[in-house]
């Protein structure tokens, strides 16, 4: 550290260097920041020349002159060269949180705040277990003018809030984890059913090597971040082991965009009821939770032939936003796994659900991922195209036949 030997003229007296900084606190500040900026998270050892380049900055300057930022306050003199007057900071932001012109900016608080969470998030991450890690997935994509994506910053901030655990990328082609790309894929209006076969082929090749290490004993947590079409999030969630615990998490839109659950809103309930019977075990089933789909719209063939049901929300009108709350998915994932229950008593002859979802993307993926091979039928996900519902894929077909 540099050691500054001015003569600095204070308001009520003279010093001619600034006090040392001693080892103990040197060594307690390192350790609690993780050798890390409190501010941009930057490493602080130089990997190349294997030296120090963190600078511990004065939360409340060293001294009472002018020009000691911060240095007005009533912190004893005595006390400010202690671990808790100071912050680890990378060169640029020291030099920022100590130019004169943003001291407004920066102030006493502010860095005290970016001291104390800073440290404590490094003092969890370090506390956590093998156990505490979640293996991420991410799939984008296919979604006509859609953009999105998840960094893996935000990825880790996210998993951290919600589940206390650190987030991990297996290695993959770009070192950013298990990525499902499918922003290749082609226009479905202009090939049906090429669309939903190549995509299931990229998403079958893209989970390998999930499962190379879940047998490896790699993956005990997963953490899954997706946006796509509707039938494809489905297939994801059939593809997906159950026996690996997972959270699914919720794109969610409005002033900031996150992927964060948020446990202020409404939460939602949900009731599955019939809308027509005939006498047949065929079935259809209707998601009418981010929207609305009403009979007349259903295929022809599917209202002549089908018991029709709907999950629908218990108070609120469907809407884009009814899965905001985690406690909202999880009853409607309940919902759902009644549904599919009572389905075996009233309807046990039933081979394949035809399924017609408008439904936010958790919800989707936890659609394919309840489904028990040896139990239930077989499901054909239909999709919205030219003014009509189609056939899209159906899932655990060969396990039901």
């Known amino acids: 550290m540099i050691e500054y030997t001015d003569t600095i003229d204070l308001e009520d007296f003279t010093v001619s260097k600034r006090p040392s900084i001693k080892e103990q606190d040197r060594m307690r500040l390192w350790v609690r920041s993780g050798g890390r900026c409190a501010i941009c998270n930057k490493y602080l050892l130089d990997l190349v020349y294997d030296v120090s380049i963190g600078e511990m900055a004065h939360v409340v300057g060293w001294s009472k002159a002018k020009k000691s930022p911060r240095g007005d306050a009533d912190l004893p003199l005595d006390e400010r060269n202690t671990v808790e007057n100071l912050v680890l900071l990378c060169a640029d932001h020291h030099k920022i949180v100590d130019t004169k012109a943003l001291l407004e900016e920066f102030t006493i608080e502010r860095l005290i705040k970016h001291k104390i969470e800073h440290e404590q998030r490094i003092h969890h991450l370090t506390s956590l277990k093998i156990d505490s890690e979640s293996i991420v997935l991410r799939m984008l994509g296919g979604i006509r003018g859609a953009n999105v994506e998840v960094s893996k910053e935000h990825a880790r901030h996210v998993v951290f809030n919600s589940e206390q655990k650190y987030a991990m990328f297996l290695n993959s082609f770009d070192k950013h984890g298990i990525e499902i790309d499918l922003n290749t894929l082609p226009d ?57 615990p997972t959270s699914i998490y919720q794109k969610h839109r409005g002033e900031e965009e996150t992927w964060l659950w948020s446990d202020k ?22 998601l009418s939770l981010s929207g609305t789909i009403d009979l007349p719209s259903l ?103």
């Not at 599955?272 to 089933?285: C, D, F, G, P, Y």
């Not at 209202?303 to 009853?331: D, G, H, Q, W």
Request: proline content about 6%; aromatic content about 10%.
């Open 299 to 401: 295929p022809p063939e599917i209202t002549e032939s089908c018991n029709i049901y709907e999950i629908r929300p218990l108070v609120t009108i469907p809407n884009r936003n009814i899965f905001r709350n985690k406690a909202s998915y999880e009853n409607f994932t309940k919902s759902y796994h009644q549904f599919l229950s009572q389905l075996e008593i009233d309807h046990k002859g039933c081979k394949t659900i035809h399924l017609f979802p408008a439904i936010p993307v958790s919800g989707a993926i936890s659609c394919g991922r309840g489904l028990m091979r040896d139990a239930h039928p077989g499901i054909t996900i239909y999709d919205f195209t030219e003014k009509a519902y189609k056939p899209t894929i159906t899932i655990n077909i060969y396990e039901t036949n």
């Open 188 to 244: 479905p209006e202009d090939a049906w059913d090429a669309y939903w076969s190549i995509g299931k082929g990229i998403i079958d090749k893209s989970l390998i090597p999930l499962g190379q290490g879940v047998n490896k004993g790699e993956v005990r947590h997963l953490s899954v971040f997706a946006l796509s079409r509707i039938p494809l999030l489905i297939y994801l969630g059939y593809k997906l082991d159950d026996k690996i």
């Open 265 to 286: 809103e409404l939460i939602e309930t949900f009731e599955a009821r019939r809308l027509s019977t005939i006498a047949s075990n065929n079935v259809a089933l209707i």
